[in-house]
């Protein structure tokens, strides 16, 4: 039961002076039950795999199945894009939410139960489902979308920056339900936000450039960019212990939070 | 530059967003505005721009206010605006037809155009998207050309609505430092984000709530009363050189520094 992307090749203006290289030879395995971070620059191809393995698109060349049958979008996959808040379209959130599933043949009795189900495990207010979604705000939107995404009951779900422009709280409350649903099915998790990748995924995939720079597990991940000196890589607070242990500070690169982090920095202090 | 005298705004049919608000952005200010999610930063970044009016209370860019449309082209050359979402402001169907869109409009020669985006697209390390098609590129590329767009103008204040939350670290802190360098040049700048590691160059950050303004300061003043309300995030070497009593540190850099620092003094 996994994601199997073999010898991936996508080419953007392929045959014209833009023609660029977007993914090259991806190889990678992403199993069911797991939270599989996925990292990189701007423009290494991210967002690409992304939509492919959403099976909206069709690579130049090469390969992806989910659980050996091709991408099929709302039915073996679900993806929330990095500006879910644009897909509204209705004028109630109701609407928005039932069209989905509507279209999948459920019955009305079933999108009731499908929709309020999934609001109260997002811990939303119900009441929201006859407002405007232009109405909401934006972190309540983009709660709204992550709910619209799960009602379609995916096995493997990508989210492709789903905290970009929410606040603390929100962020919060998306990381506690995403790490919540995880067992069930696979969720590839795409973000600049370092520290909530590492925090949330069990493994970890870097792209550059289009290729695949690293995959392996956190701990891996992080004796991997330390290796390289790639301090780009690193969430802030464990550029901090990289950046003592480099000076000679007896502490843990892998620190769980900012309490770990300044015990052992209080420790290493007392010790000297 | 911007003065905003108790401006009310609500949208139709909904609870008001901003209500009694005073915020003065000074001639070569940097200023930082965070706050929660539905707390009116978007919505107060629009007002500056004259791309919507306050329902109550005066705003003028200036000297201008926006209320009088007749003169909202000036206001326009004077402040430029990235918006939140990277496919709202594209123009162009290539990154340098997008940059090249609003020089023309200024009507600026053709050399000084060449030049102008010459130098935002290496100063942004952007040289290698000049001739890509924008629908192609991923949402940091985008927010990237977005910056650009903006930036080519060269207005005298820029108005940044989350504009690299998209954006990886690396990028990040050059596109961070380039906007510092462009404010110690003379630019005002309002920079909108959650993210507080972003706002360690500006001079002032106020936080907004649906209450109003509840904090305002220097940054360290402002974290500081953050931290110990508990009430969002504070960048990370802050925390840390305020937990362990160090002097206080807003980067990774200067918080080793003072590490080593205090190591060399026991």
Not at chain 1, 94 to 109: I, Q, R, Y
Not at chain 2, 94 to 104: A, H, K
Not at chain 2, 207 to 231: A, M, W, Y
Request: charged content about 25%; some cysteine.
């Amino acid at each position: 039961m996994s994601i199997e992307i073999r010898q991936l090749t996508h080419i953007y203006d392929a045959g014209t002076s833009r023609e660029t290289i977007a993914l090259d030879r991806i190889d990678l395995t992403i199993s069911k039950g797991t939270v599989f971070g996925l990292v990189g620059g701007i423009g290494s191809g991210k967002s690409t795999l992304a939509s492919l393995m959403a099976g909206l698109g069709t690579p130049a060349q090469g390969s992806i199945t989910i659980d050996g049958e091709p991408p099929y979008p709302g039915r073996n996959v679900g993806i929330l894009f990095q500006q879910p808040e644009d897909f509204f379209f209705e004028k109630t959130l109701f609407e928005d939410m039932a069209s989905g599933l509507l279209h999948l043949g459920l019955t009305e009795e079933e999108v009731h139960k499908r929709i309020h189900s999934t609001l109260d495990l997002l811990g939303l207010d119900h009441q929201i489902l006859d407002r405007s979604p232009f109405h909401l705000n934006r972190g309540t939107l983009r709660l709204a979308a992550f709910a619209t995404v799960l009602t379609m009951r995916p096995g493997y779900l990508i989210l492709d920056e789903p905290t970009a422009s929410l606040d603390p709280k929100s962020r919060k409350r998306l990381v506690e339900v995403i790490k919540r649903i995880s067992g069930d099915i696979a969720i590839i998790y795409i973000s600049h936000r370092l520290q909530e990748v590492v925090a949330i995924s069990e493994y970890l995939a870097v792209l550059e450039q289009g290729k695949v720079a690293f995959t392996g597990t956190v701990p891996g991940y992080l004796d991997w960019a330390t290796g390289q000196d790639a301090w780009e890589y690193l969430p802030v607070l464990n550029q901090v212990m990289y950046g003592l242990q480099r000076m000679g500070f007896d502490v843990d690169l892998n620190v769980a939070c900012l309490e770990d982090a300044l015990e052992q920095i209080r420790l290493s202090l007392e010790r000297t | 530059m911007i003065e905003l005298e108790d401006i009310y705004f609500s949208y139709p049919a909904a609870d008001p967003v901003l209500e009694g608000i005073n915020v003065r952005v000074d001639k070569g200010e940097y200023l930082g505005i965070m706050g929660g999610n539905g707390s009116g930063k978007t919505t107060l970044a629009r007002l500056m721009t004259g791309l919507l009016l306050p329902g109550k209370g005066t705003l003028r860019v200036n000297g201008i206010s926006t209320s009088d449309r007749s003169r909202l082209l000036e206001i326009h050359k004077h402040t430029g605006m990235v918006f939140q979402n990277p496919d709202a402001q594209a123009i162009g169907e290539t990154v340098e037809e997008d940059l090249v869109f609003g020089l023309e409009n200024l009507g600026l020669p053709v050399p000084e155009i060449d030049a102008r985006i010459e130098k935002y697209l290496d100063l942004l390390g952007m040289r290698e998207l000049r001739h890509r098609n924008i629908r192609t590129l991923s949402g940091g590329q985008k927010q990237l050309v977005n910056l650009a767009a903006v930036m080519v103008m060269e207005p005298e204040c820029i108005i940044l609505d989350e504009p690299v939350s998209m954006v990886d670290a690396r990028c990040r802190k050059i596109i961070l430092q380039h906007i510092a360098r462009l404010n110690h040049e003379g630019t005002s700048i309002v920079h909108i984000t959650h993210d507080p590691e972003e706002l360690i160059w500006c001079h002032r950050l106020i936080v907004l709530s649906r209450c109003g303004i509840t904090n305002q300061g220097t940054p360290h003043e402002v974290f500081g009363q953050l931290l110990d309300e508990k009430k969002m995030d504070v960048p990370v070497p802050y925390a840390i050189s305020r937990k362990l009593g160090l002097p206080l540190a807003l980067t990774t850099e200067a918080l080793l520094e003072e590490l080593c620092r205090s190591r060399s003094g026991n």
